[in-house]
């Protein structure tokens, strides 16, 4: 594990939808929560990036407590060209630099982490379809490849960052669009699961929200000692669709609201949205399990649309149907 201490992961997904804050106080506050879990004495550094930008640049950098600083993060990002960023920011959630192909090679492993006691970074990368991610990695002392049940763990930690940087552009850049788009909020229940307006698709969805939420709450009330139980009870979406935020407040009452989040794709005919939804996942390495978990669908449910899938495409594996996928011709 990357550290002996047990993590407070409800307090770091609190921070992830802590949707109010300005994005440099609120990468600062998923830092501060997450620290405290992966810091094994060389700090830690996290940033937001758009895989898209040409020179590759990060934005509202913090480097809290890390021998490396501002100057040599940027040093790290020199070589940021396609086939790098491929390997690197896209490859995976959870996971150790040395894992990427090439890092040994890369300059300023050698001229700026080894000098500073890095032998290796711990990293939680969180990178939504449309290519904005964000990244949080903390240095260690020795070279690691990450136990499954580490990787399971953080990978989960990171999809739900990936939820609320998706959320969080989407309400930043919403101009009156359509709710699946705009991250608009189609219901406002009671952190007690009572319903008080529901709207558009959330309208047959009544029951399925307010288990989601009264799920939430037990997680905060029962669960915080135990992260791992919390990661898995904690919906990233709610039926593929909602990622539920502790709103607003009116004098002593509060809400949760369930805001439209569903995971951007492709307009490939043939597929229908929910099967696009889970091939776009599967495209972006992710396996049936952390599908599931991704679009808070139960694991069948996501072997019977890759199947379904499949079969409409034409083709027998899930390798071949991500190919397919990625050169979107399906039609």
Request: with cysteine; aromatic share 6%.
């Amino acid at each position: 594990m990357a550290s002996s201490r047990e993590p407070d992961l409800v307090g770091v997904l609190e921070a992830a939808y802590a949707l109010d804050l300005p994005e440099p106080a609120w990468l600062r506050g998923v830092v501060d929560a997450i620290r405290p879990s992966l810091d094994e004495g060389l700090g830690i550094a996290a940033y937001l990036y758009d895989t898209m930008d040409r020179p590759f640049r990060v934005k509202h950098l913090v480097v809290d407590g890390c021998p490396v600083d501002a100057s040599g993060v940027a040093r790290l990002q020199d070589p940021a060209y396609d086939d790098f960023v491929r390997r690197s920011w896209i490859a995976r959630a959870a996971m150790t630099a040395s894992e990427t192909p090439g890092y040994d090679a890369h300059p300023a492993v050698h001229d700026v982490l080894r000098p500073a006691g890095i032998r290796d970074i711990m990293v939680v990368n969180a990178i939504d379809a449309t290519g904005v991610g964000c990244w949080i990695g903390a240095p260690i002392a020795d070279v690691r490849v990450l136990a499954p049940e580490t990787r399971e763990r953080w990978n989960r930690v990171a999809t739900h960052l990936r939820a609320s940087v998706r959320l969080r552009s989407r309400l930043s850049s919403a101009r009156g669009g359509p709710p699946e788009t705009s991250g608009a909020p189609e219901a406002v229940l009671t952190p007690e699961g009572e319903i008080v307006a529901l709207e558009g698709a959330a309208e047959t969805a009544r029951g399925t929200l307010r288990d989601a939420v009264r799920a939430v709450q037990r997680v905060r009330r029962e669960l915080r000692a135990d992260g791992d139980r919390a990661l898995l009870a904690w919906p990233a979406l709610v039926r593929a669709r909602w990622s539920l935020v502790d709103d607003y407040a009116e004098g002593d009452h509060h809400y949760v609201v369930a805001r439209a989040n569903a995971v951007e794709v492709q307009p490939i005919a043939r597929l229908s949205h929910r099967e696009r939804q889970v091939v776009a996942c599967l495209s972006s390495g992710h396996t049936n399990k952390e599908t599931a978990y991704e679009l808070g669908l139960s694991h069948s449910t996501v072997r019977v649309l890759v199947a379904r899938a499949c079969a409409k495409v034409g083709v027998t594996t899930r390798e071949e149907l991500v190919a397919v996928f990625r050169r979107g011709t399906v039609s």
